[in-house]
């Protein structure tokens, strides 16, 4: 079995490391084809949702997750 590593980063997003499939609210696949891994927005602020594009340095986000 692959292994999938996902990682919360504070005040970022989820970085997800492995073989991954990305499905849609309809049930679509995206296509990651070439990428061995993704940065997931946990902010709402992306313009490129569901993928991180660094919005979250600007707009004040704020984490508190950690582990138990």
């Not at 073989?19 to 990428?35: C, F, H, R, S, V």
Request: proline share 7%.
């Amino acid at each position: 079995m692959s292994d999938v590593t996902i990682t919360v980063k504070i005040n970022g997003p989820y970085r997800v490391e492995g073989p991954i499939k990305l499905i849609d609210a309809q049930g679509k696949e995206w296509d990651l084809t070439g990428k061995p891994a993704i940065s997931l927005c946990r902010c709402g602020q992306s313009s490129k949702k569901p993928f991180c594009d660094g919005t979250h340095n600007t707009c004040g986000f704020q984490s508190d997750v950690c582990a138990p």
